[in-house]
């Protein structure tokens, strides 16, 4: 065999299939890079042939994984698609080796992570319904999981209007046994949101700060007025900067 018309990387290959006793004709072809070749090569000596899948534009990487379910027995039709990253398809081939449903996220609009955090519903066997949607990145999908696994209300906040930290301050408050209606509001973010649930834990009247015209460093300032029984009244207005409501609170 010529291996003058491979590159280095090939001529590696095809080389060590040779002293492994392989027969190097069916993948010692240029039509195959170097690292789809090693894929190949390692499916031959594991019984595997992996050349449909090549021919079909496979990477090497997702070539790994398409072996990888071969040798394990699941059925790699699930995910041998070229609309899956690699990353997917470990998901996909994770969850089937666990005997998990991974028709729930076995589609190209979630993202491995997305994936990732669906996968770990299902195997603690939690209702992922309420978060295996592509609406919802995978931060935010930890926030709900964790809500289900906490037992609170997911009404308040697995939408996909609040982040994931707004998501964690609802969550936090809920645990507590906090009326997160005071600020489960889009229009509150997580600094403002964590403010108003502080003054609800520490039994604080937060109607006089939990307003959107404040920002979080102005709720701050009559939060701790508040906490130290002074009349806020003098400087809970949304025209006083935080720095001027301390002066004020200071007196």
Do not use: C
């Not at 379910?69 to 080796?97: P, T």
């Not at 990145?137 to 906040?157: A, F, H, K, P």
Request: glycine share 8%.
């Amino acid at each position: 065999m010529d291996l003058s018309i491979f590159n280095s990387t090939q001529r590696r290959e095809i080389e060590y299939g040779i002293k492994k006793g392989l027969d190097v004709s069916l993948y010692a072809l240029e039509k195959y890079s170097g690292v789809q070749m090693r894929e190949l090569r390692k499916g031959f000596e594991r019984g595997v042939d992996l050349r449909k899948y090549a021919d079909q534009g496979f990477n090497s990487r997702q070539l790994e994984e398409i072996r990888i379910g071969i040798e394990n027995g699941v059925d790699v039709s699930v995910y041998a698609k070229k609309e899956f990253s690699s990353e997917q398809m470990r998901k996909i081939k994770d969850g089937l080796e666990e005997g998990i449903d991974v028709s729930v996220y076995a589609k190209p609009e979630f993202d491995w992570m997305q994936m990732s955090q669906i996968q770990e519903g299902l195997r603690d066997g939690l209702d992922v319904s309420w978060y295996a949607k592509p609406e919802f990145d995978w931060m935010q999908m930890n926030e709900i999981r964790w809500g289900l696994e906490d037992g609170v209300d997911l009404s308040w906040y697995a939408k996909p209007e609040f982040d994931h930290k707004q998501m964690r301050e609802i969550r936090v408050g809920l645990q507590k046994g906090l009326d997160v209606s005071r600020y489960a509001k889009p229009e509150f973010d997580y600094y403002r949101m964590e403010e108003i649930r502080l003054g609800l834990e520490e039994g604080l009247d937060v109607s006089w700060y939990a307003k959107p015209e404040f920002d979080w460093q102005q709720m701050r300032e009559i939060r701790v007025g508040l906490q130290k029984g002074l009349d806020v009244s003098w400087y809970a207005k949304p025209e006083f900067d935080y720095q001027q409501m301390e002066e004020i609170r200071l007196g």
